[in-house]
């Protein structure tokens, strides 16, 4: 899930009281609370062992269709709370598990 912005693009993530965090809005239409560095280019992803969905950036330069690399690099932003699928929802069966590598 891509994060797009909020407000009719006006304002692409709304800052908590607290500045550590911000509430963003997936191109799914899922809500959640992010770490506050989050960007309109980071992706959510469900990764295998963690309790709860990741924030990942794509390294720059690394395309989704770069053939010649195994994997596609990322940058952990943080852990999040993306209501809805908390509890799993997000994984079914028919899931399909991707190889990517972390930096």
Known sequence: ?????????KYPLIPLRNMLHCVFRGEDGHM???????????EVWILAGLRRP???????????RDITREAPRYEFIGI???????DGEAVNDDAEWQNIVLE
């Open 80 to 86: 999040l709370y993306v209501h809805g699928i908390m």
């Open 1 to 9: 899930m891509a994060i797009e912005p909020m407000g009719g693009g």
């Open 54 to 64: 990741a924030l990942l950036r794509r390294r720059k330069g690394d395309s989704a």
């Open 32 to 42: 959640g609370i992010s770490p506050q560095t989050t960007t309109v280019e980071d």
